[in-house]
């Protein structure tokens, strides 16, 4: 039982660059998040999907699209990056959208 | 606004040397409080859920407390391997997903 997975760890992308963040949960979890942490600032919800087949804006979704691709998988996508998505991304899944929410490992996202 | 705050931003503590971390927050109404731990380069670690005011929970040497303005985290008799960064989050009533977290308090324990 993996919990929550992040690929990649690591990633360094040059400005305009697009990528696609992965994350995948075997919790059979209901509910899935997107989060940017940054030096400073509490962790901060980009996106996040209540059941699948539903998205929703969260705080700061400027710049981010996300696709619930199954109940188990949730990606993160940057189609032009810019230096300001510099940050450490963390994915999270709940068992409903009222529960308390697991994280991954983390995705360090660098952008020049 | 939702909003949360933590103190300190960090605290370095010998073994044994007990203290307390503080998680004050503004909620129009809350549903839940949840504190996490987290290590240098990994995802925040659930550690506590606290629903109303009174509560309280323990697990080995973390104790977490919630009144109607601030919930505290108290460390009993330190090791260093409770050091880490505390993250304390809170739910609104109504706001099913979101989650507001405050910034952290960075805890050492030295021998």
């Known amino acids: 039982n993996a919990g929550v997975t992040q690929t990649p760890k690591f990633q360094v992308l040059k400005t305009g660059q697009s990528m696609t963040l992965q994350c995948a949960q075997d919790?059979?979890?209901?509910?899935m998040y997107w989060y940017r942490q940054d030096p400073g600032m509490g962790l901060r919800l980009i996106y996040y999907s209540a059941s699948e087949g539903t998205t929703d804006k969260g705080e700061v979704p400027n710049g981010y699209n996300v696709s619930r691709l199954n109940k188990r998988e949730f990606s993160l996508r940057l189609e032009s990056a810019a230096p300001s998505q510099t940050s450490v991304y963390f994915c999270?899944?709940?068992?409903?959208?009222?529960?308390?929410?697991?994280f991954g490992p983390g995705t360090r996202l660098t952008v020049l | 606004e939702d909003q949360v705050t933590q103190s300190p931003e960090a605290l370095r503590l010998q073994e044994g040397e007990s203290s307390s971390l503080n998680c004050s927050y503004t909620?129009?109404?809350?549903?839940?409080l949840f504190w996490y731990r987290q290590d240098p380069g990994k995802g925040p670690e659930f550690l506590f859920t606290l629903y109303s005011a009174g509560e309280e929970k323990e697990k080995e040497r973390l104790k977490a407390t919630l009144t109607k303005k601030e919930s505290f985290l108290h460390i009993t008799a330190p090791k260093p391997e409770d050091s880490a960064t505390y993250l304390c989050a809170v739910q609104a009533i109504g706001t099913a997903s979101k989650l507001t977290f405050g910034t952290g308090t960075r805890l050492q324990v030295t021998l």
């Open positions: 909620v129009s109404g809350l549903r839940g």
């Open positions: 999270a899944s709940s068992e409903v959208n009222r529960d308390t929410q697991y």
């Open positions: 919790m059979n979890h209901n509910s």
